[in-house]
């Protein structure tokens, strides 16, 4: 089940990835809903997805406590 949730929080970050604000707001949700080895996955995935969309940089605030 979890697994599930990781790769639906993928799936959903990628689409709002056009939109700053909403990728923030998708990011903040997922960082309270996945568990704490599948967030370090998801700095790992977003890391990438970074390269891309370098835009999407001001949401690293969220990922950094």
Do not use: G, H
Request: glycine letters at 0%; proline letters at 5%; charged letters at 25%.
């Amino acid at each position: 089940m979890a697994r599930a949730m990781f790769d639906y929080t993928k799936a959903v970050l990628a689409k709002v990835s056009f939109d700053v604000n909403l990728f923030c707001k998708e990011l903040q949700k997922a960082l309270t809903r996945l568990l704490p080895y599948e967030v370090e996955e998801l700095k790992v995935w977003i890391d990438s997805l970074l390269k891309q969309n370098p835009q999407l940089n001001q949401c690293l605030i969220y990922l950094n406590p």
